[in-house]
């Protein structure tokens, strides 16, 4: 086998790049590349890596299958004793049991495969393990180099269950897919099946429990099925239905599973013959992953797509109202309402810092409503998208019009300090009022049309290439303080979408780490 460190780091590299993958958005297709990326992990962890670190370790062979095929009885009945728990009730395999040879318990003892379980040493009459556990059984019947692992059952109605069944068998060197005369057909172990042909896995099949009588009619249909299926050459053992079989609870004669027993210590112990099998399956994963990586980077551009999308409504919809903005400022939407009644009362009626708290107030509101309309044509356009059910949407932001009031505010007190300074270098005895100069100023940039002569005003206080200058000042900072409201009130929609970190960078890096893997084959 290929153990050279360029592999290993190629595939660690590759492994890290899978890990790094984040699917957060309910795209069509999105679940499925999810299953893709945690088989893809479970893999490379359990399988893979362990094996091209460790070429010399014991061959594993996973026996899995459906609830109720003879899982554990023929595991039971391989090593000769009791080691996994048989019976009616189903699921019957809870925690999955690793059965060896005394002398390969170290192999199995530390973290090297499956490291996501936990290893229990009980003795299986004990209560049953809690959590993501792995009992390990030593039996000195067993053939050194190899050992076998029951799983749970591939369509146990536990939802945990068929997801440990489909890693442990993803950890094999050896496939060991086990049914009945009465379920071969059914769908769930033929697309078990069907993967172990699309990864070139080293297969064997066992028919289990099937009646005498019509024993050699069912071994023939099945047969047939796994030709029209391509698996015409995986090895097939027939086991009958026995007094034994019967509620799980005894051991197979010898009889019946010598020849299972024979062709796996035949492939364990032989080195042509273990070479063959093991070397195949470590092959056949490196092989599938030349059709699996492409997916899952699609899957990752998929996503960044869809990000990309929901990203420019947000920022169109508050582009739109930005524009809209400053339209309605041109055309002194500013300056109605109590302003307007203040700036024709200024300043006989009405005091300069009554006239900036109007205005103040009525930008507030103009940005308000700018706000709250970008908020509705986003809703509108993320309705559309089928993504967006996967953003975190709070309710109604009842904060935002404190938040835009205080940047308001923050660009009037900028305004009377531009003022005030303007006033000071002023030559002359008889200063004019700087919050006067603040007010009119504030009414030259906000009302538009309606406040024609504050400029004409302005410039009769403080000069008028003073008040040009004050103008194009303050015209400035409105500009910058209008971008800090409405970009803040955006970043803030953004924030939940941002926070799910779906990034192009992901995908490159998966083509590119496949890339390196298949220079170092």
Not at 126 to 141: C, F, I, K
Not at 284 to 301: H, Q, T
Not at 430 to 449: F, H, N, Q, T, Y
Request: glycine share 8%.
């Amino acid at each position: 086998m290929d153990v050279r460190p360029q592999l290993l780091e190629a595939l660690s590299a590759l492994r890290d790049r899978v890990a790094a993958v984040r699917l957060p958005l309910p795209l069509p297709g999105a679940p499925r590349a999810r299953q893709a990326r945690a088989e893809l992990l479970a893999q490379l962890d359990d399988y893979l890596v362990p094996r091209l670190t460790a070429p010399e370790a014991p061959m594993l062979a996973v026996v899995g299958g459906s609830t109720g095929a003879g899982k554990s009885t023929l595991v039971n009945s391989l090593v000769g004793r009791q080691v996994s728990e048989a019976g009616v009730l189903r699921p019957t395999t809870r925690t999955p049991v690793l059965v060896c040879h005394p002398e390969d318990r170290h192999w199995f003892a530390d973290m090297r495969v499956l490291p996501q379980l936990t290893r229990v040493w009980r003795p299986h009459q004990e209560e049953r393990g809690t959590g993501r556990e792995l009992r390990v059984e030593t039996v000195g019947s067993l053939p050194r180099g190899l050992a076998l692992l029951d799983a749970p059952d591939i369509d146990s109605l536990v939802v945990e269950n068929r997801t440990l069944a489909a890693e442990l068998i993803c950890a094999a060197d050896v496939w060991v897919m086990v049914t009945t005369a009465s379920r071969y057909a059914d769908a769930v172990p033929w697309h078990l099946l069907r993967t172990a042909k699309e990864y070139n896995a080293t297969l064997v099949t066992v028919l289990d429990r099937v009646p005498h009588q019509v024993i050699n009619e069912v071994s023939r249909q099945y047969g047939a099925l796994l030709t029209r299926a391509g698996l015409g050459d995986v090895p097939r053992f027939t086991i009958p239905e026995l007094p034994e079989s019967t509620g799980g609870g005894g051991l197979l004669p010898g009889t019946a599973v010598a020849p299972l027993a024979a062709w796996l210590a035949h492939r364990a112990q032989d080195p042509a013959a273990r070479q063959q099998a093991v070397g195949r399956t470590a092959a056949g994963v490196i092989a599938s992953l030349n059709a699996r990586m492409p997916g899952l980077a699609s899957a990752v551009a998929a996503q960044h797509a869809a990000a990309v999308r929901l990203t420019g409504a947000v920022d169109e919809a508050y582009q739109r109202e930005g524009r809209r903005v400053l339209g309605r400022l041109k055309a002194g939407a500013v300056l109605a309402g109590d302003a307007l009644t203040r700036w024709r009362g200024f300043p006989l009626d009405s005091t300069a810092g009554e006239l900036l708290d109007s205005l103040v107030e009525s930008l507030t509101a103009l940005l308000q409503c700018a706000v709250a309309g970008a908020d509705e044509r986003i809703a509108e356009a993320w309705r559309r998208e089928p993504a967006a059910d996967g953003v975190r949407r709070d309710g109604p932001d009842r904060e935002a019009g404190e938040r835009i009031g205080m940047t308001v505010r923050r660009w009037r007190r900028v305004l009377e300090e531009l003022a005030e300074e303007e006033v000071r270098l002023m030559e002359r005895s008889a200063a004019p009022d700087s919050e006067a100069v603040a007010a009119l100023l504030a009414a030259a940039l906000l009302g538009g049309r309606r406040a024609r002569t504050a400029g004409e005003r302005l410039a009769e206080r403080i000069g008028a290439q003073g008040a040009l200058r004050l103008r194009d000042r303050g015209g400035e900072l409105l500009t910058t303080h209008l971008d800090q409201a409405l970009r803040a009130e955006r970043d803030r929609r953004l924030a939940p979408l941002d926070a799910l970190e779906v990034t192009p960078e992901p995908q490159a890096e998966l083509i590119a780490a496949l890339s390196v893997l298949q220079k170092e084959r």
